[in-house]
């Protein structure tokens, strides 16, 4: 695989940033290489306080990409939750227009939403479900790892004393929290939404059984199953943690490639 880092400056979001791609590299001492351009393109998300580096330095992501003909985009968001913010940067718009067409201005990716998928992991689980839900013309598939898919809950006021901070981030990003519910960032009022349509993402939801968003997980899970949508579903045990998204990565791809 090559690895390209490319920094350039963003209208939407008013800055420059950074992506991390990885591309299928010619072998042309090995015939039996598969090397077919234009690529499958899989956008991968990182967490919350995380960046760009994250699937590359916590996982084997190359590795395990290596001869599937396959573009992994990784970009930087910041803690946005993917979401054009109330108060920063469009990061819903750059991930499905302008950093899209940066891309294909660079490197031989395809066209086709049969083969541009989004994964992520956390904040970036939920962002990958939110973008091909809220985008199922762009995207094919999405892939969710331990994902913050109840966002409703996790705007919500608690009993932790650091919460009025956490809320005040929140509402940075989602503005007036009590229209987050059954809004364009919830997930179960947009895959509501897309079942009744024609055209859905396959989907993947994974969450360890001794995580903090397992219940969350569980609530989506039930939600989504009646709702007619190609789901795959899978827990084992653990938490949140880099030892079980490195497993499960792996399982993603194959998923992908079906």
Not at 97 to 113: G, K
Not at 166 to 184: A, C, H, Q, S, Y
């Amino acid at each position: 695989m090559i690895l390209s880092q490319i920094n350039f400056y963003s209208d939407l979001l008013a800055t420059r940033c950074t992506v991390n791609v990885l591309l299928p590299q010619r072998r042309p001492a090995n015939p039996q290489d598969a090397y077919h351009p234009p690529f499958r393109v899989l956008y991968l998300l990182h967490g919350y306080s995380d960046d760009q580096t994250a699937w590359q330095r916590w996982s084997s992501i190359e590795r395990y990409a290596e001869g599937l003909n396959l573009a992994v985009l990784m970009p930087a968001a910041q803690n946005s939750f993917y979401t054009d913010m109330a108060h920063g940067g469009k990061f819903f718009t750059f991930l499905t227009d302008e950093l899209p067409a940066v891309a294909h201005d660079l490197f031989p990716l395809t066209s086709e939403r049969t083969d541009t998928f989004v994964a992520g992991l956390s904040m970036g689980g939920y962002g990958a479900f939110k973008l091909a839900l809220s985008r199922p013309d762009l995207f094919a598939a999405a892939a969710s790892l331990s994902g913050a898919v109840d966002i409703a809950k996790v705007v919500k006021p608690n009993d932790d004393p650091e919460n009025d901070a956490w809320l005040v981030t929140m509402r940075n990003i989602f503005g007036d929290l009590e229209k987050v519910e059954n809004g364009p960032n919830d997930l179960f009022a947009l895959a509501r939404k897309v079942s009744q349509s024609g055209l859905k993402p396959r989907l993947f939801q994974y969450c360890g059984t001794e995580d903090f968003l397992y219940q969350d997980n569980l609530h989506l899970r039930d939600f989504i199953r009646p709702l007619g949508f190609d789901y795959t579903y899978e827990e084992t045990p653990g938490d949140h943690s880099w030892v079980y998204w490195d497993r499960m990565i792996q399982k993603v791809l194959a998923w992908l490639g079906q």
